[in-house]
């Protein structure tokens, strides 16, 4: 009886067809990077806030006073705001109050275009030097060795080996 099951589980493999629907990638890449030099230059603007109570303002201009204003931003100059700030004094001595006041220049508008290299008087600038590729390589051999090596600032080196099997259904 065990040989009849033997000779059947034979017969059965031998009939049964066999699936090798397989395929197999092996991918290798290197990217080497050295960066250009950049700058990023921001123009920060005018501004003039001004809150407050239990005080009294007034601004004086042209010899005479306004009673109850705040100042501002005035007449403009390549980008520049003249500001007008108001006196404050206390509405009822000795009763609480609270008064504050802010203020900031922005830049000027420049008269003509930045040159290259430079970089213009903003308040907010970044500059970054290019990269120097001295030192960085990288390698790949007929046998799928791979060699990196970083370099200087500004400079970056990937490398990448992608392994793909596929089975067909």
Do not use: C, W
Request: charged share 10%; proline share 2%.
């Amino acid at each position: 009886m065990n040989r009849s099951f033997l000779v059947l589980g034979i017969t059965l493999a031998i009939a049964l067809p066999a699936r090798a629907d397989l395929s197999h990638r092996i991918q290798n890449s290197v990217q080497l990077n050295v960066d250009a030099a950049s700058s990023r230059a921001v123009r920060l603007g005018n501004s003039y806030s001004i809150s407050g109570s239990g005080v009294a303002t007034s601004v004086t201009s042209g010899g005479s006073t306004t009673s109850n204003a705040i100042g501002g931003l005035g007449t403009l100059t390549n980008g520049v705001n003249a500001f007008t700030l108001p006196d404050a004094t206390q509405s009822t001595s000795g009763s609480s109050f609270s008064y504050s006041q802010s203020v900031f220049q922005g830049d000027v508008v420049p008269t003509s275009a930045v040159t290259t290299g430079s970089t213009p008087n903003f308040s907010d600038v970044t500059t970054t030097a290019a990269g120097v590729k001295t030192d960085l390589a990288g390698t790949l051999t007929s046998g799928g060795v791979m060699t990196l090596t970083a370099g200087s600032a500004g400079t970056s080196v990937l490398g990448q080996t992608v392994v793909e099997l596929t089975t067909g259904r």
